[in-house]
C-alpha cells in the first residue's frame, strides 16, 4: 500500500485523542484527591487549613478547564486534518485506478459509508480503547494501593462485564455479515439490471428481475431490523450491567465503611476510581464490536493490499520502454486476450492492427497501467509522466474547451504553444466555449489528440486515432506522426498508408499473429 498502513494515517489523531482522555481522567483524579484530603480535614476538624485547601481545588478545577478546552480543540482539529489526508489517499487511488470501481453506487459507498467506518474506528474507537485500558489498569492498580479488599473486589466486579461480551460479540458479528451480504447481494442485482436493461426490455422480463430486487430489498430490510435489534439489547443490557455496577459500587463502599474500617475521607476518590473502572471496559467493548464493521470495510475499499494489482509491475532495464509477456484478459466468459506479448523499445514506430473486438485497445490499457491482466506478466523502464496517449473512450466533463486548456497551459508536463498551435490547425477556434461533454465524436477526439502530442514525452500512444476526424485532420495527424522524435504505438483497425513503421503486429481473436 502507498503510504504505509491505514493506521498511518491518523496517528495525529490518536496521539491527541489519547492526550485528551488521559487528561480529563487525571484532572479528575487531582480533584478527587483533593477532595479526599479535604474531607479528611473537614473530620478531623482542621479547620485553619480548610478554607485553603477548598480554594486550591477549585483554582485547580479552573486551570484543567484550559488545558482540556485545548486538546478538545487540538483533537478536532487533528481528525479532521487527518480524515482529510485518508479520503485524499484514497481519491488518488481512484485517479490512478488502483481501486476497482463498477459503478456510482458503489464508488458512493466506498468513499462515504466504508470511509467513515475507517475514521471513525482510527480516530474515535482505537483512542478511546487504548485510553480505556490504560484508565482501567491504572484505576485497577490505584484502587488496590488505597485498599486491596476494595480493589480486588472491584476487578472481579468489573470482570462481570466481560461475560456478555463474548455471547454478544458471536451474535453481533454474525448479524453485521449476513446484512453485509445481504447489502451486496442487492448491489450486484442492481448492477447486473443497470448493464442488462436492453435484454430485459428485449425480452420482457422486467417483472422477473423486479421480483427478485424486491426480495433482496426484503433481506436487507430484514437483516437492518434484526442489526437495530441487536444494538437496542446491547444499550439495555450494558446500561443495566452499568447502573448495577455503578450503584452496587456506592453501597458496598458503605458497607466498607460501616463494617471494614475503611476511611470516609477516602470515598471521593474511590468513587471516581470505581466509576471509571466499571466505564473504561465500555470503550474496550466499543472497539471490539466495531471491528467487524472496520474490517468489512477495510475488505471493500482493498486496503489490506492496497493497490487491486493483480499483477506485479517491474521496471525493464536497457531500451525497453513497456513490455507485456503471454498476458491474457476476459470479461465475463469472453476471451479478450489470449497469451499475447509485445515489447515496445526505444525510438520504435510500432502499428498494432486488428478487427474491432480483437483486443488491441485492452492490449493498450494493460500496458498503460488502465486495466490488469487476469494472467502474465507487465513490466515498463517509463514514469508516468514520460508517456502520452490519446484512447478510444475519453473523459466527457461539464468544463469547457477553455477551462481545461487554461488548466493544462498551467501543468509543467504541457508545451501550451504547441497545445494552441494543435488546437488551431485541427479546427477548434470556434468550440472553445463549449463543454466537452457537448463536443462531437470528431471533436473531442480532436481535442484529446492535441492534448497527447503538445505533452513532451518519451512514448506517444494513439488508439483509434483517425476515427471520426475529417480529412484534413487526418492530413495533419500524419504530418505531425511522422516528424515525432519519440516512440511511436498507433493501434488502427485499418490500413495506415503514407507512414513508416519499424514492426506492425496483427491481433486476431485476441492472439498474436504474423501479419
Known amino acids: ?16 485523542g489519547l492526550c485528551d482522555q488521559l487528561g480529563v481522567y487525571a484532572i479528575q483524579l487531582l480533584c478527587g484527591d ?18 485553603p485547601l477548598a480554594v486550591g481545588t477549585l483554582a485547580l478545577l479552573a486551570l484543567g478547564v484550559v488545558p482540556l478546552y485545548v486538546l478538545k480543540r487540538a483533537r478536532a482539529h487533528a481528525m479532521a486534518r487527518d480524515a482529510q489526508a485518508f479520503r485524499e489517499y484514497l481519491y488518488d487511488g481512484v485517479l490512478h485506478r488502483d481501486w476497482k470501481v463498477n459503478s456510482r453506487g458503489e464508488l458512493e459507498v466506498k468513499l462515504r459509508r466504508d470511509t467513515q467506518a475507517v475514521i471513525q474506528f482510527w480516530e474515535q474507537s482505537f483512542p478511546n480503547a487504548l485510553g480505556g485500558s490504560v484508565i482501567l489498569l491504572g ?3 490505584w484502587l488496590v494501593w488505597i485498599d486491596g479488599r476494595v480493589g480486588a473486589l472491584f476487578f472481579a466486579m468489573n470482570l462481570v462485564q466481560l461475560l456478555p461480551i463474548v455471547i454478544y460479540e458471536t451474535w453481533a458479528r454474525k448479524i453485521h455479515s449476513a446484512t453485509c451480504q445481504a447489502e451486496e447481494a442487492l448491489s450486484a442485482w442492481m448492477l447486473e439490471g443497470y448493464h442488462g436493461a436492453h435484454v430485459l426490455k428485449c425480452y420482457g422480463v422486467q417483472s422477473w428481475y423486479l421480483h427478485r430486487f424486491q426480495q433482496l430489498e426484503k433481506a436487507v430490510m430484514r437483516w437492518g431490523y434484526r442489526a437495530e435489534g441487536a444494538v437496542t439489547v446491547e444499550n439495555v443490557v450494558f446500561q443495566a450491567i452499568d447502573s448495577l455496577l455503578n450503584y452496587g459500587s456506592y453501597v458496598i463502599l458503605g458497607l466498607f465503611v460501616l463494617y471494614g474500617g ?22 474496550v467493548f466499543s472497539w471490539w464490536l466495531e471491528r467487524a464493521a472496520y474490517q468489512e470495510a477495510h475488505r471493500r475499499l482493498g486496503l489490506e493490499r492496497g493497490a487491486q494489482r493483480g499483477v506485479q509491475r517491474t521496471t525493464s532495464p536497457g531500451q525497453t520502454l513497456l513490455s507485456c509477456q503471454n498476458v491474457t484478459k476476459t470479461f465475463g466468459n469472453r476471451i479478450i486476450l489470449t497469451g499475447v506479448s509485445l515489447d515496445i523499445n526505444s525510438r520504435e514506430r510500432i502499428l498494432i492492427q486488428g478487427k474491432n473486438g480483437s483486443g488491441k485497445s485492452t492490449l493498450l490499457r494493460i500496458l498503460l497501467g488502465l486495466e490488469e491482466p487476469d494472467g502474465g506478466s507487465v513490466s515498463g523502464g517509463l514514469e508516468e509522466r514520460h508517456i502520452s496517449y490519446c484512447l478510444q473512450e475519453e473523459a466527457q466533463t461539464q468544463l469547457t474547451v477553455r477551462d481545461m486548456v487554461e488548466q493544462l497551459e498551467r501543468s509543467q508536463e504541457m508545451n501550451p504553444q504547441a497545445l494552441h498551435r494543435h488546437l488551431e490547425r485541427f479546427g477548434l477556434g470556434s468550440c472553445m466555449e463549449q463543454p466537452l461533454s457537448q463536443l462531437s465524436g470528431g471533436q473531442l477526439k480532436r481535442f484529446f489528440l492535441s492534448a497527447a502530442l503538445a ?8 488508439d ?13 495527424l500524419r504530418e505531425v506522426l511522422s516528424t ?3 516512440t511511436l504505438v498507433v493501434c488502427t483497425h485499418m490500413e495506415w498508408p503514407g507512414m513508416r513503421w519499424d514492426r506492425v503486429m496483427e491481433l486476431e481473436g485476441g492472439v498474436d499473429s504474423e501479419p
Open 464 to 476: 483509434e486515432p483517425t476515427n471520426h476526424l475529417d480529412r484534413d485532420s487526418k492530413a495533419y
Open 139 to 141: 484505576a485497577t492498580l
Open 262 to 283: 475503611l476511611s470516609v475521607a477516602k470515598l471521593p476518590l474511590l468513587v471516581i476510581l470505581a466509576g471509571y473502572l466499571f466505564s473504561s471496559i465500555g470503550s
Open 484 to 486: 515525432y522524435p519519440g
Open 34 to 51: 483533593r477532595l479526599s484530603q479535604l474531607l479528611a480535614r473537614v473530620m478531623g476538624e482542621s479547620q485553619g487549613e480548610t478554607l
Open 455 to 462: 505533452k513532451p514525452s518519451e512514448l506517444l500512444v494513439l
Open 1 to 16: 500500500m502507498r503510504g504505509g498502513g491505514v493506521g498511518h494515517y491518523f496517528r495525529h489523531a490518536m496521539g491527541v
